[in-house]
């Protein structure tokens, strides 16, 4: 079941989306071990030209959800369906090769780490250029006239395409990484911790530039990061995830304020507001204990051991993800009769 009902705006509609990693047993001697299950039953929607971010700490599934929607891995079950370019929808999760190739122009990924995602033997002209070469759309003047161009619009010198990635610093191989991702004109980028590497200022410039090339080509964003509050300033929509299940799904405002999820409310109550008269009174919430391992998750609520609202139906049943406010959906048994504290 979608989260929502797919209509001529919505760009990926993602049901009941898997993961599991290994499990099976290698050799007659191996025993099975159990599968990490890294994605379970995540459904979400994203529409054109949003901005949806994925948040969550280390090990959640946030990263290996774009990898599945970029169909970098195969699913285990489930479906990702893309509107394409000429307005028909696929459905990614059985295509085949051939059809994943030709999609992949329509999206791209910035990968976290700008320093060991650009190969360092490679000049900016051939980092940016490759794409365009990959695919057949230029060669020769044309491809050094579009990677000046890209260049320009993530400001970036055309006089630097001759020179390597160490040359420059963190936050402008960040921009090479996104010059490149737009080569191929997109409709979709996954941003996976694309700024997180980055100091405050940097990332901010980097975020502001991300946002100035979403409006002049209608971008589409899934903005991935274990920071709240820098998915807080980019993000229409929000989707928290904790142990490979998605646990709330708002407009990023409502959450902020008023979230639907107590673990939520814990990652909110970590967000300092920049206005002193904000974050009075405000406490942080200190969750005990660890985050499960993904191949042993706790039964019923997987959230149940950390939770302080936590009653015995938490430990027998596991919560659906449903619709607890318009529009806003929850994997809570008790969303929207809690009294949780947002952000202020
Ligand atoms: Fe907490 Fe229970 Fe809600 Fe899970 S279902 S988040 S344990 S109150």
């Known amino acids: 079941m979608p989260v929502e009902p797919l209509n001529s ?7 009941g989306l898997s993961k599991h990693f290994g499990g099976a047993a290698k050799g007659w001697l191996q025993k099975e071990k159990p599968a990490v299950k890294a994605v379970n039953d995540v459904s979400f929607t994203i529409a054109r030209g949003e901005t949806f971010g994925l948040v969550g700490e280390s090990g959640s599934g946030k990263s290996t959800v774009a990898r599945l929607m970029l169909r970098a891995y195969d699913v285990t079950a489930g479906s990702i369906r ?51 070469l990959i695919h057949g759309v230029a060669s020769g003047s044309e491809l050094e006239d579009r990677v000046a161009e890209l260049l320009r619009l993530v400001g970036l010198r055309p006089e630097f395409r001759g020179r ?13 990484g996104i010059a490149r991702a737009l080569a191929l004109n997109p409709a979709f980028i996954a941003a996976d911790e694309a700024v997180s590497a980055l100091d405050v200022s940097v990332a901010a410039q980097n975020i502001n530039l991300m946002q100035d090339l979403q409006e002049q080509f209608g971008l589409t964003y899934l903005f991935i990061t274990h920071d709240l509050s820098m998915v807080q300033h980019i993000s229409n929509r929000i989707g928290v995830m904790y142990v490979g299940r998605l646990m709330e799904v708002s407009a990023t405002e409502p959450m902020f304020a008023e979230p639907l999820h107590p673990y939520t409310e814990a990652l909110l109550s970590a967000v ?3 206005d002193p008269k904000r974050n009075r009174g405000r406490k942080r919430i200190m969750l005990k204990g660890e985050i499960p391992d993904a191949s042993n998750p ?5 959230f149940h051991p950390r939770c302080p609202y936590a009653k015995d139906i938490c430990k027998a049943e596991e919560p659906e993800l449903r619709e607890a406010k318009p529009g806003r959906f929850s994997r809570c048994h008790f969303a929207g009769e809690l009294s949780l504290t947002g952000a202020y």
Do not use: W
């Not at 929808?89 to 059809?99: F, Y």
């Not at 160490?166 to 960040?174: E, I, K, L, W, Y």
């Open 82 to 132: 893309f509107r394409r370019s000429d307005g028909n929808t696929v459905e990614l999760a059985s295509a085949g090769k051939a059809e994943l190739q030709a999609l992949r122009r329509q999206m791209q990924m910035i990968f976290q780490d700008p320093y060991s995602s650009l190969n360092p033997r490679m000049t900016l002209l051939e980092l940016v250029g490759e794409p365009l």
């Open 9 to 15: 705006e919505t760009l990926f509609a993602v049901t």
């Open 164 to 176: 390597y990635p160490h040359a420059f610093s963190g936050g402008q191989r960040q921009r090479i």
């Open 272 to 274: 300092p507001q920049p």
């Open 298 to 302: 706790p039964k019923g609520c997987a």
